[in-house]
């Protein structure tokens, strides 16, 4: 380059040298010379030197036109957004990736805290890259301020007045829980009329006298626990039998103004007996087609009914006069019994038999449930066993029982995973009081759920009943003033400040998986 440089230097010197020489000498003595074809530019000429920059700005212009538009390709950026990029630099091509991270973000996560699920869970199962903050081996110190704190309900070592704030103190706190009846020998949660070793445990059903003194120690059992929700001091609690499961709910809890109650799955028999006590209830979750239209309201197919049993005579002699024969008249009459039947029971089992109650109501459920003797089991393994009741805060007859832990390692993909199982009656507080410990500790963590299929129609009926707000401006302002005034009503009710504050608020969620990565939640 320095030689093609200097030769370049040199031709130019001999063509300046050339070009004063032609102005003394003429063409004849100088015929080796040629004369140039078109006149010399001026080198001082504004009008060519500025055409020269317009024209190199232009294409200057234009190849970074062409960069910000590969760039704006390779950021993943819309057409819209290319089309301007004659006003935009880089800063604000940055605001504009960072407003697309942040829709994108909100697109795919759930919320910054978790929100109430009123499903029944059976176990539960933590899983994370790093191990967990607590362990299985609890010292008893450790032990005795997880239990304090849960018997005196302070809040999940949020308090000053807590003893011990290490996570194995908090987590055994986590996973109390009460219970009545308590019968260590039979499994009554979840409840199964079909449990093995039936002739190895003797039946607490063939003893009247058991049978009886178990009632009796349930029924005073029921009537604390329903007192405790009726004077917000318990937020909820669960009533678990074989056939169904009931959610009873404290005024002010997800919303609601009064007490209520949501009973999952129920037949048209239950149902029956329901109206017949005078009990009133709705069925948020039923479907609203043409045909369930016409058969929607039991009472008219119960009328139906009783027409039928009352006047048999006089079908089958209005039948006979017209001229139909026997045989015809015993195939209509079972056809129809038939149809009448199969519509009676095609919600029965499902998440649209669930039934609401709420007001003055609950206590008419209250009555017949303490009263109604079909609840309890009159065979198999538990047989005389009235329904579980499983509760956040103490009441008459209640054992303090604690959830069944197991923790271990495991390999997905050639990746080790820490994984803690916990079994037992899953209440929604307890798995949001989890997460929030488990935020302090780990980045990122996954949740699975076993839930108990009926239940999740609470949650579905909760979200049916309270839409979601259309807008952030509507999510604030929604409900702050009856949630001001149920806080300070549930203060007393066992729960901590922070959550109760979630279980006041209209919003719900159904999910069987929650992932936590990057301080937000993502289920499904």
């Known amino acids: 380059m320095r030689r093609h440089r200097l030769r370049m230097g040199r031709l130019a010197a001999a063509t300046r040298l050339n070009k004063t020489d032609t102005k003394n000498v003429s063409n004849d003595i100088q015929p080796n010379i040629i004369q140039p074809s078109t006149k010399r530019k001026n080198p001082f000429k504004l009008n060519d030197s500025i055409k020269d920059t317009n024209k190199k700005v232009k294409d200057c212009d234009d190849d970074e036109s062409e960069t910000d538009n590969s760039l704006f390709r390779l950021l993943g950026l819309t057409d819209p957004q290319m089309n301007n990029t004659e006003t935009l630099n880089i800063n604000d091509i940055l ?4 407003e697309q991270n942040e829709k994108t973000a909100a697109k795919v996560s759930g919320d910054k ?4 699920d009123w499903s029944f869970r059976s176990k539960v199962r933590f899983m994370s890259p790093k191990p967990f903050p607590w362990t299985q081996t609890l010292k008893t110190c450790e032990e005795a301020c997880g239990t304090t704190g849960f018997v005196r309900c302070m809040g999940g070592g949020n308090e000053s007045q807590f003893i011990d704030t290490s996570p194995n103190a908090v987590f055994h706190q986590c ?3 009460w219970q009545h009846p308590s019968l260590p020998w ?3 949660f979840p409840r199964s009329s079909k449990q093995s070793d039936v002739d190895k445990v003797p039946l607490v059903g063939s003893q009247p006298k058991i049978r009886d003194s178990l009632h009796r120690d349930w029924a005073d059992s029921f009537r604390s626990l329903f007192q405790l929700v009726r004077v917000r001091h318990c937020p909820y609690f669960y009533m678990v039998a074989n056939t169904f499961t009931c959610l009873f709910r404290a005024a002010g809890v997800n919303g609601q103004s009064e007490i209520n109650a949501m009973l999952s799955s129920t037949t048209l028999g ?13 069925m948020p979750m039923k479907k609203k087609d043409a045909l369930s239209q016409s058969l929607e309201n039991d009472q008219e197919i119960q009328e139906l009914d009783i027409d039928e049993e009352d006047e048999p ?3 089958r002699e209005w039948l006979a006069s017209l001229g139909v024969g026997e045989e015809e008249i015993k195939r209509i009459s079972s056809s129809q019994e038939m149809m009448s039947r199969n519509a009676k029971k095609k919600i029965d089992g499902d998440y649209d038999s669930l039934i609401y109650i709420e007001g003055c109501e609950a206590q008419a459920l209250f009555n017949f449930l303490i009263n109604c003797k079909s609840i309890t089991p009159t065979t198999g393994m538990l047989s005389g066993v009235p329904p ?19 923790e271990s390692i495991v390999n997905v993909d050639n990746e080790v995973f820490h994984s803690m199982e916990i079994r037992g009656p899953i209440f929604p507080h307890t798995v949001i009081n989890l997460c929030q410990i488990l935020e302090d500790w780990l980045d990122k963590f996954s949740v699975t759920f076993a839930t108990i299929d009926s239940t999740k129609a609470f949650s579905m009926a909760a979200r049916h009943s309270c839409p979601e707000p259309s807008s952030e401006s509507d999510k604030e302002a929604k409900n702050k003033p009856g949630q001001a005034f149920s806080l300070e009503n549930l203060s007393d009710c066992g729960l901590h400040t922070t959550i109760l504050e979630r279980f006041c608020s209209d919003e719900v969620r159904l999910y069987d998986c929650i992932k936590y990565s990057d301080k937000l939640y993502v289920w499904t």
């Open 95 to 98: 605001k504009k990736i960072k």
């Open 113 to 116: 805290s978790l929100i109430v």
């Open 175 to 177: 996973c109390l829980y």
């Open 186 to 188: 039979l499994q009554l």
């Open 270 to 282: 239950f149902r029956q007996l329901l109206k017949e006590e005078g009990v009133q209830f709705t």
């Open 313 to 315: 005579g006089e079908t």
């Open 388 to 406: 579980t009741l499983i509760a956040p805060v103490a009441f008459v007859g209640a054992t303090l029982h604690t959830l069944k832990v197991r």
